[in-house]
């Protein structure tokens, strides 16, 4: 399933109409936020990563190992990215800002950016969920505020000697809002490549359906491409979807894959039997081994879900419009059990998933 999306890459040629040649901070780095800064400081970019105090520390004292999939393996060493947990030093001479903290602290980031930011400063969000833009907007009036959309998953661990390895563990390519011009443009950079997309709140609704799996794989334990192997899950996969899909169509919302088979079919190729899902979903398998949700990082890590961001949102919407999600409603009660629990993933079968909704 290859990425089949309608946005243009812009011409290396076009001239930027926005201020971009300044400094890029990425607020909240995470595994994602350090993947993409670490790519764009390898292609040359003034980067300051704004993170908590003992990850700003480690890539102080090591820098940042990028390692992908797709071959990439390359050091960043510590004088070729700034990281920070003050966010006065981050943010103070950005051009771009790029947010990448989880849904829950958007609010407050969003503060941080207002007080130590420049005004002229563009805001690229590139969180799950589909609120975020709308949080960033009311918190930064002054600012340019885009959204943008990371199809792909990172994977942190440290390296040997100590070093925070960032692995790239499944394809995509981000998208941003095609307005305004030129940000697509410099955030282009080899192994973290961007493209302009017109309508970036379908783009958004499209990959939360897709983001369905996190929680699957967060209940599982289970490698991506393992899961995604077995028809049992790919069967409850499907039905959140299904479940998801009526609300959108109820709610007349637009939603849009990045990949090239419309997202109303999805459903039916996760349905096939394994031979022939192995065949014709050969792309979505296109997995690192090591490739877990960050559902299951956070878990693991005794954090807080975006479970209320993603399958949250498509409950809210079937209460509007009364339509009944038993799977949902048992998935997201799985997770949160999961959540008060703080011992990582509980491992279920998916035999554990279907009893439960049978039993709600």
């Known amino acids: 399933m290859q990425l089949g999306h309608n946005a243009k890459r812009e011409s290396r040629g076009q001239s930027m109409q926005v201020g971009l040649t300044g400094s890029i901070a990425v607020a909240g780095a995470g595994s994602i936020g350090c993947y993409v800064g670490g790519c764009l400081a390898l292609a040359g970019k003034k980067v300051t990563l704004l993170a908590r105090p003992r990850l700003a520390e480690r890539v102080q004292d090591r820098g940042l190992m990028l390692t992908g999939f797709d071959g990439l393996r390359a050091h ?50 590139l969180q799950n969920g589909v609120r975020n833009v709308e949080t960033l907007r009311l918190g930064l009036p002054r600012h340019r505020v885009m959204a943008g959309m990371v199809p792909f998953n990172v994977v942190q661990s440290l390296d ?66 393992e899961q995604l192997a077995m028809r049992p899950w790919r069967l409850l996969l499907a039905a959140q ?36 899902f192995l065949v014709i979903a050969r792309g979505m398998l296109a997995i690192d081994p090591s490739a877990r949700s960050s559902m299951w990082e956070d878990l693991t890590r005794q954090r807080p879900t975006e479970i209320d961001v993603l399958q949250g949102e498509i409950l809210n919407l079937a209460e509007r419009h009364q339509i009944r999600m038993p799977v949902t409603r048992a998935i997201v009660t799985a997770v949160k059990q999961a959540e008060a629990a703080g011992a990582g993933s509980p491992g279920f079968a998916p035999e554990a998933i279907r009893s439960a909704v049978k039993a709600a």
């Open 160 to 225: 040997e000697g100590g070093t925070l390895r960032m692995h790239r563990a499944t394809r995509g390519t981000i998208l941003v809002a095609r307005e305004p011009a030129g940000v697509a443009q410099a955030l282009d950079v080899p192994h973290a490549p961007v493209v302009a997309h017109a309508d970036m709140q379908a783009v958004q609704w499209g990959k939360l359906l897709l983001n369905l799996n996190n929680a699957l794989n967060a209940l599982s334990g289970l490698p991506l491409a």
């Open 241 to 276: 979807m299904q479940e998801a899909l009526a609300c959108l169509s109820a709610a007349k919302i637009a939603a849009r894959g990045t990949e090239g088979v419309p997202l109303r079919l999805v459903p039916h190729i996760l349905r096939l039997p394994n031979a022939l």
């Open 76 to 125: 960043l060493p510590a004088t070729g990215i700034a990281a920070t947990a003050d966010p006065a030093e981050a943010l103070a001479q950005a051009a771009l800002v790029l947010v990448t903290v989880k849904s829950r602290d958007t609010e407050a980031m969003a503060r941080l950016i207002a007080v130590h930011a420049p005004p002229n400063a563009t805001v690229v969000s």
